[in-house]
């Protein structure tokens, strides 16, 4: 309970500093320059696509469960790209990096052997935005420590995101993974692993008004201040086609007595999926434009 306090404190300390509580940050997303003049589907699936990569949750963890008794905590700091030199970025945000940091913090509990549940969140540093999620893990075959055999598991998770304007978005992840566990002495081993997640994006908008200082029912109509045409300037992004990413990765822990270590590395391949948007009684078919995006994680945490 002493370890689980400290690592609670030092969390809250690492997080705090990064929270913007009212006045936005530099990747509060706004929707309305998508909307302006005609609405971007095509940005808004990839935005989408890549703030989605960016929010779901990270496996960070070997194939191996817990087992019965076992219970885990970690936090998770990740440095991720974005194609910040896109318009769906430049526009929605505030001069974006390449180079966005994000945390996570997760508690993993054994529920008998082989398997797994969590729960736990994330943040997109520098902004209001946060994921809560959770995740189950079946080991289909572990155990076989002293023999050149992996474990196998299979791994489902899913998060909502919190806290972005006018956004509406939910992250499925199913994956598998293999990992052996290597023994140094009695209270040392390093368990490399790796593993395939297809993250599933599911996104649209609440109505954004595209003219937020426009009264649309005015009292004294004036006509310097505020154009007619534009008074009803209200928009939605439909709920898309699912975007679907690939996130292969590999990665390595290390445990010390209580103490666990972690670092992986993901790698997202650009977004290709399609989707048909029937509106006004026409279609139009958009593609996911996302970017090539990388992901590298450094996890510490407590095994009890």
Known sequence: MRRFLIFLTATAALTLPSTRSLAGGKYDVDLTPLGTGGKDNAAFRSLSSELGTLMAPKPVDPADSLGLSGFAVAYDLSINTIGNDKGYWTQTTSSPDKVVPTMQIYGRKGLWPGVEIGAGATHLFDSNIWALGGYGKIALHEGFHHLPVPSIAVRFAGSQLLGAKDLKMSMLTPGIEISHV???????????????????????????????????????????????????????????????????????????????????????????????????????????GSTFQQQYTFSVGFDF
């Open 182 to 288: 290597f023994g140094l002495g009695k209270t040392f081993n390093l368990t490399p692993y790796v593993g395939y997640e297809a993250l599933l994006v599911i996104a649209s908008s609440t109505v954004v008004d595209a003219t937020p200082n426009c009264d649309e029912f005015p009292d004294d109509y004036n006509e310097d201040t505020c154009d007619a045409q534009n008074q009803d300037a209200e928009f939605v992004f439909k709920r898309q086609d699912v975007i679907v990413r690939h996130r292969p990765y590999l990665g390595a822990r290390f445990i010390f007595s209580v103490l666990r270590f972690t670092v992986e590395a993901m790698f997202v391949p650009p977004g290709k999926s399609k989707a048909t948007i029937d509106e006004a009684g026409s279609s139009e078919t958009v593609q996911d």
